[in-house]
Each structure stands twice: as structure tokens, then as C-alpha cells.
């Protein structure tokens, strides 16, 4: 009896001890590798490029299903803070008909925006009226096909020379129209 009583105490202690660990009034162990998936995205403030003197424009390859072509400004390239990739996005229809515009994609969201369309006779950006993140859904096959290209699935590249190396091996490796 005399070593009983020390011996439940012990392991009266221990047992509140532990309770006190695996409760949720103690904070746990943070994974540094864990994503926080709670976190709702927000976009960072943005501001317009000036418009360029000229354009390095580079072919993408689009499904069949996108008719017109589609090029990006590969010195437009910018990775925001907010992880927000944004270029400038060229589609040249089967008609001839030639539209630029500034786009933003956010690759861990699926969303993409237009920021500005060009006015290529006065040089400048004319700021879109449809400010809104759209999600790349089933058959919006360009949005699609260029959040597949200029992400790594729902990963952002870390810095344009890895998104320009990226877009120049889809460019080598998958595109027909460029050879």
C-alpha cells in the first residue's frame, strides 16, 4: 500500500498531463509543409504595365477546340506577391481579327480576369469593365489550356525565368503551329 498511493499519483499526473498536451487548449505542432486551405485567396493591388514599344510574342498550344491562336508577351511576364501570374495575351482569330489584352491567372485558385484590352492605334491600355476572377470550368477550353501552361497544375512558378523556360517547352515540345 505504501508504494501503491506514489504510484497512482504518478500516474494520475501523467494522465492529466496528457490531456492537457492532446487538448485543444494546447496549441499543436505546426507542419511548415502543411497548406493552409482555409485561406481564401485575395488579390494584391495591381497596376497596369505601360504599354510596350514592341512584343516578344510566343504561340501556345491550344486544343483543338480553341480556333483562334493564342500568344503571350514573354516580356510582359509577372508574378505577383499575391501569386497572381499576369501577361499579356495575344488571340489572333482564323479571320484576322487581332485582339491584345492584360490577364491575370491565379494557378492555385483556377481563375483568371482581364485587367485592360489594347488600343494598338493610340498605344495604350483601355481598363476592362469585367473586373471579376472567373474559374476555368469544363468546356472554357482557352481558359483551360492557359492556366495548364503557365502552371505547374495549382502551383505557381517562383519566377518568370521558370515560367519563360516552362512556356518555351510546351512552345518546343507540343506545339504543331510553330514549326
Partial sequence: ?????????MLLAANLACAGYFGSEQPRPVNPYAQDTDVKWQEGKVELVDYPASFDWREL????????????????????????????????SSKGADNISREGFVCKERTQRSYAFADTAGKRWIESTRGSWQKALGTDYLRRAMLD???DGSVTPRNNA????????TDDTLNPRSK
Avoid at 162 to 169: A, G, I
Fill in 149 to 151: 501552361q503557365l502552371c
Fill in 1 to 9: 500500500m505504501k508504494y501503491l498511493t506514489p504510484a497512482l499519483a
Fill in 162 to 169: 521558370e515560367l519563360l523556360n516552362h512556356l518555351n517547352k
Fill in 61 to 92: 498550344t491550344m486544343p483543338p477546340e480553341v480556333k483562334q491562336r493564342v500568344f503571350i508577351d514573354a516580356g510582359s511576364l509577372q508574378i505577383g506577391e499575391d501569386g497572381a501570374v499576369r501577361i499579356t495575351m495575344r488571340q489572333l
